[in-house]
């Protein structure tokens, strides 16, 4: 076996071999050459942790803080809490229910006198943005998410300094900021999980101040149809734009005279088939309404998705990766940009003849595909690990994250929900515990590799 470490004493493992301790290497690192580098944790009393009110992301979860309690009672290997030394003493800054869950496993008798922690360096928006990014695997709402980016908007931080710091995209930090404008109501019906954000905002854009009550009246008739959440295209319907042209094919047989108009029985009865079925869908009786921009235009007799979830159930993969490689990701596009999109990839994503597309735009393209092609697995993955909605995309983010940091190391997905089975579950906590499980699993099969 070749090693670029010299030989360390250690503690024995049971099986007559010395084991090697991170502390021993890195005090040898300059012998070895080793580019390990310490990043210190202390162990703080208990008694002079505090949390301070209101300032979490989000409020205690009860059922959570009692997990964190048993697996100190276990004896758990737990990540180090941030913190931050103020006047008051060391404030938790991310790690609420790990410092809840130490009290209540004290309580019950367990001895904690010290707990692990770590200084948070970095600017209060930098907080803010690890507060967002760390949830001890607890998955924060949208609406969570949107206050957090709000108090980081109220201390004066400019709209791309937050898409930097949150490394999320500008149109979503606004989009959420729109939502906490959208009414109780609405706000309400997101956190409750009966309508998705997006679709909370483009009712507030519709109706304004009576988007709660359209909102309650369309959930209402969802609900009696069985249905358990509001849908966009529930919520605010168009009409088919193919029954729209079919009805001015049909007029453009009525014989109109100042007298009034006549027509062929069959042509009559299917216009007016046409006008009951839009008045019954959109109320509209009498007095025309002001036109307005249809948000599902028609292309090939079929809508065109606006939306990045429709786009790619619709249309493909490849149609939602040229929409973003030219117009950026985001949740949902323009009819104009939808229609390049579907134009571009129906002539072809690699080689395009119809439409001239930048070099660097087809590059984008093709690696926004690859890397949601190489995702599938784990996303089916993760769909049947975890049962909660909220916690799965939480998740699927998280350890799609870590494969992406990894992906010199990790060739593939299946590879990769290999080397996870390698880790413990406890360090999927957050995104920091589990990159580090991840790595020294990798370190580990490399080292067996070479032995």
Known sequence: MRSDFPALTGTGN??????????????????SGSE???????????????????????PLNQE??????????????????????????????????????????????????????RDFIGTELERLAHQAGSNDSLPITPIQRAQQYNRARKQGYEIAEISRAFHRSVSDIESH?????????????????????????????????????????KLAEAKASGKKKLTKSAAMPQFSAVKAR????????????????TAPDDVYLEAMGILAEYREKHGQRGQPQPAVKPSEPEA???????????????????????????????????????????????????????VTIPADAIQRALGLIEQHDSSSALREWVDKTYTDEGQRE???????????ENRA???????????????????????RSLRAAVQQAIAELARKAND
């Not at 869950?101 to 008798?109: C, D």
């Open 177 to 217: 900021l729109q939502l906490l404008s959208s009414g109780e109501v609405l706000i309400g019906m997101v956190e409750a999980g009966e309508v998705a954000p997006t679709t909370a905002v483009a009712l507030s854009r519709e109706h304004g101040p009576k988007a709660g009550a359209v909102a309650e009246q």
């Open 14 to 31: 049971g099986d007559g071999k010395q084991m090697t301790t991170l502390s021993q290497m890195y005090k040898q690192k300059a012998k």
């Open 300 to 354: 090939n007799d079929e809508y065109l998705p606006l939306n990045k979830q429709e786009i790619i159930d619709h249309s493909g993969v490849a149609v939602w990766a040229c929409a973003a490689a030219a117009f950026g990701e985001k949740d949902e596009y323009t009819f104009n940009e939808s229609k390049y999109a579907h134009t571009w990839a129906a002539d072809s994503v690699e080689a395009p003849q119809v």
């Open 246 to 261: 079919r009805l001015v094919e049909l007029l453009a047989a009525f014989d109109f005279t100042d007298d009034g108009y």
């Open 36 to 58: 390990i580098t310490t990043k210190k944790t202390y162990m703080v009393p208990y008694s002079e942790l505090y949390l301070e009110p209101g300032d979490n992301i989000r």
């Open 394 to 404: 939480d998740m699927f983010d998280r350890f799609l994250t870590v494969y992406q």
């Open 409 to 431: 190391a990790i060739k593939s997905v299946p590879a990769y929900l290999s080397l996870l089975q390698c880790t413990l579950s406890v360090s999927w906590t957050n995104i």
């Open 64 to 117: 959570w803080a009692e997990h964190m309690r048993d697996l100190w009672i276990a004896g758990a290997d737990l990540p180090p809490l941030s913190v931050t030394v103020t006047e008051k003493g060391v404030r938790v800054d991310d790690g609420q229910h790990r410092y809840v869950g130490a009290g209540m496993a004290i309580e019950a008798g367990t001895n904690i006198i010290r707990i692990e922690c």
